[in-house]
T-cell receptor, first 111, second 112 residues
């Protein structure tokens, strides 16, 4: 079936560096994508979303890029902080208001 | 503003015992509601979703069931728990006008 996957299971960066988390999706008909952050023992927290009619969207310290040609999604975090350490999931709209989630990437930020 | 609650926060149950997890949403009406399960170190698996009272769609066949007795209440149940039912159970909602899902704090279930 259709799936969403992540290239890197773990990403380690130094505080202050920029982080890039990647995600590949397989459903070319998906028109909506979301990035979530999940800290240990907590529910996923919405970070940023993007529709398929856009290729870039910026938030506070975060940017999501969408490349529909290669079905690739990325989350960029500027000036990464220790509080950014968490697991990050991408998700795509599966239709009927349901989402398909990737397996997640753990971001580890060292002070 | 909207808030979502789940309880209990943690639960330890013996194999074969029943289960009832509750999720409620405040500050919105007629939300779409979702139940997910997350195994340790894994992604989220959609179990059930509901677009209205009494309407339940099942994504994965298993010994779990869901019910929506009220507009903003979603319940996950089991008659007899299995060891494989252990995991982190998450409830989520969306307004139906957008696809963005917002998650509750989760329930950690351990079946022994």
């Amino acid at each position: 079936g259709e799936s969403v996957g992540l290239h890197l299971p773990t990403l380690s960066v130094q505080e202050g560096d920029n982080s890039i988390i990647n995600c590949a999706y397989s459903n070319s008909a998906s028109d909506y994508f979301i990035w979530y952050k999940q800290e240990s023992g907590k529910g996923p927290q919405f970070i940023i979303d993007i529709r398929s009619n856009m290729d870039k969207r910026q938030g506070q310290r975060v940017t999501v890029l969408l490349n529909k040609t290669v079905k690739h999604l990325s989350l960029q975090i500027a000036a990464t902080q220790p509080g950014d350490s968490a697991v990050y999931f991408c998700a795509e709209n599966k239709g009927y208001s349901t989402l398909t989630f990737g397996k997640g990437t753990m971001l580890l930020v060292s002070p | 503003s909207q808030t979502i609650h789940q309880w209990p926060a943690t639960l330890v149950q013996p194999v074969g015992s029943p289960l009832s997890l509750e999720c409620t949403v405040e500050g919105t009406s007629n939300p779409n509601l979702y139940w997910y399960r997350q195994a340790a170190g894994r992604g989220l698996q959609l179990l059930f979703y509901s677009v209205g009272i009494g309407q339940i769609s099942s994504e994965v066949p298993q010994n779990l069931s869901a019910s929506r007795p009220q507009d903003r209440q979603f319940i996950l149940s089991s008659k007899k728990l299995l060891l494989s039912d252990s995991g982190f159970y998450l409830c989520a909602w969306t307004s139906g006008r957008t696809d963005t899902q917002y998650f509750g704090p989760g329930t950690r279930l351990t079946v022994l």
